[in-house]
């Protein structure tokens, strides 16, 4: 699927071949025409001919000008088919949904795909194929990874990088999220301004808090990355199954990230990921600030999962029903989508 711009003869190219067959080197040309060097090798690596060049090299070889305007309209015309060609395979991977939550709609080929190349800040499609261009990004689940499912994850990640670039955060404070672990917790039950009040106390501890809508097809659930000199770092999640309780497990999963400090992760984009070590105590952590295990354990004594017990039991841990059914579900005590009039979903837009 790599562009291939070999595949398209440049205008450089009948230049040299005309300059071998009359057995002239390239120096000695420069010289009898009396252009600069730096233009003539511009020209020779790939650029555009000028009009300077192009009455240069009419005058030398006795031909047109228009010859060589037209020859470089050509190739212009056929290495923008040929890319727009490649771009196309890439961009079947962006259904409609996720075209109109970027706002990407109503729009001819050449300007949606030029539109998702100034958001996500690329020239090609092609880089966001890359399986290891980022760190840390929590996918659902554990199964061969697909290009599109690559494309996708980069790219939603792409588009959370540029909307923490308009944030502004102190600097990254470890002591200072560890501190405030208790207070973020408590938005689990006062969450009616979620995610907004929690932006605001990860803004203290130098971390870009960034909420977005999921990308079907990409199966990500958040992530996390540091800028270069580590002093901040921008924590993203979406809503991605929309149960509240799996989205506040991902936020302390990627809190789990920061605080031990991972960087990369060579698993998540393998072709059959499996947990690394950092994404086993990850989860870890998410699990046990959400329901402390000491507890949880001495609810699971009682082996009574009903309504009210459950109820009861997210009240004296000071939690929600939600989270409990989440990791009881998680850990295979009660069946997926239990008492679903205790969930909470969310949807970010």
């Known amino acids: 699927m790599k562009f291939n711009k070999d595949n398209i003869i440049h205008p450089n190219i009948y230049l040299i071949d005309m300059l071998k067959t009359l057995n002239i080197d390239l120096d000695s040309f420069v010289n009898e025409i009396k252009v600069e060097k730096k233009e003539i090798d511009d020209f020779i690596n790939g650029g555009s001919i000028t009009t300077n060049l192009a009455i240069k090299f009419a005058e030398f070889f006795n031909v047109s000008e228009k010859l060589w305007f037209n020859l470089q309209k050509n190739y212009d015309e056929m290495y923008e088919q040929e890319f727009l060609d490649i771009e196309k395979k890439y961009l079947k991977y962006f259904s409609n949904n996720i075209l109109n939550l970027l706002n990407i709609t109503n729009k001819d080929l050449k300007t949606t795909i030029n539109s998702l190349h100034h958001l996500f800040r690329i020239s090609s499609f092609e880089e966001l194929s890359k399986k290891d261009l980022y760190s840390f990004c929590s996918v659902g689940k554990a ?152 507890s949880f354990q001495k609810f699971l004594e009682k082996f009574i999962f009903q309504k009210q017990e459950i109820i009861t039991f997210a009240k004296t841990i000071n939690s929600v029903p939600y989270i409990i059914i989440g990791r009881l579900e998680k850990d295979g005590f009660l069946k997926y989508n239990s008492f679903p009039e205790l969930r909470r979903k969310y949807f970010f837009s």
């Open 143 to 294: 199964k061969k990874i697909t290009e599109k499912e690559t494309v996708l994850q980069n790219a939603w990640i792409k588009w959370a990088c540029s909307k923490a670039n308009y944030k502004t955060t102190k600097e990254y404070s470890k002591k200072k999220l560890i501190n405030n672990l208790s207070l973020l917790r408590t938005y689990i039950i006062d969450n009616n301004h979620f995610p907004y009040d929690i932006e605001k106390v990860f803004a203290e501890c130098g971390i870009v808090f960034v909420c977005l809508p999921y990308f079907e097809g990409s199966n990500v659930s958040g992530a996390i990355k540091w800028s270069k000199d580590r002093k901040k770092v921008m924590l993203a999640i979406n809503d991605y199954g929309k149960l509240a309780d799996r989205i506040w497990f991902n936020i302390f999963h990627e809190i789990g990230h920061i605080i031990n400090g991972d960087q990369k992760q060579e698993q998540v984009f393998d072709e059959y990921p499996k947990q690394s070590i950092e994404e086993i105590k990850a989860n870890e952590f998410a699990r046990d600030v959400l329901v402390p295990n000491d």
